[in-house]
């Protein structure tokens, strides 16, 4: 009797061990406990994802029109494009002074520049920006990572199934989905761009720039 209890335990004991096993190595989507909303429309792809930003991101749709050559390849991207699209939130974030600069036509080098930042030439999914270490805009390296949340002066937090470009987060995906193209707007709360493009505000041209 003691022999056949010790024996039923000795399988327990296995049956819980490979149990917790088999969780620890469950795979499951990046974004199961996503904070942000992701759809797809069916749709005029390339018609819908501008008309979609320019009723809801008003700000960022008129710096990108501000860029000619950006507008261009998009249109031309054979597959799609994506658009970091930062929202109203984050332009009156900026204050003040940076907003004035963005009007200021001495500054329209920069916007084509901080334009550039925020267009990708193609489709690129909230998936593969999860599992990216950074994207290439039409204006340069952008570094992406994976949101953090709770901890102390950052340690020990705990990833939330968010991304953040350059620091900024995604708020919410869009992909518009025609035969064709699939054209994917991620709403940020903050530019992309880097910081540093504010020193050459107030200035004819940026240093280094053709």
């Known amino acids: 009797m003691i022999s056949a209890t010790n024996s039923l335990a000795r399988i327990l004991c296995c049956s819980l061990f490979l ?30 994802a501008e008309d979609f930003i320019a009723k809801n991101f008003p700000t960022c749709y008129n710096i990108l029109s501000k860029n000619n050559d950006v507008m261009k390849k998009m249109n031309k991207a054979e597959k799609g494009f994506t658009i970091f699209a930062p929202n109203e939130s984050a332009f009156k974030a900026l204050g003040d002074k940076k907003s004035a600069q963005l009007k200021d036509v001495r500054n329209e080098e920069l916007v084509e520049k901080i334009a550039a930042y925020h267009c990708i030439a193609e489709p690129v999914t909230a998936d593969k920006l999860f599992n990216s270490g950074g994207v290439v805009t039409l204006g340069g390296e952008v570094p992406a990572e994976r949101s953090v949340s709770g901890g102390l002066f950052g340690v020990g937090g705990k990833e939330d199934g968010g991304i953040k470009l350059n620091g900024s987060k995604v708020v919410n995906s869009s992909e518009f989905v025609d035969d064709e193209k699939t054209c994917i707007v991620h709403e940020m709360d903050d530019l992309i761009s880097p910081t540093i493009l504010w020193r050459y505000a107030d200035q004819l041209r940026i240093p280094g720039s053709s």
């Open 19 to 48: 149990l917790q096993a088999t969780s620890a190595f469950q795979t499951s989507s990046p974004f199961q406990n996503t904070k942000f909303h992701q759809r797809i429309v069916r749709s005029g792809s390339a018609t819908h």
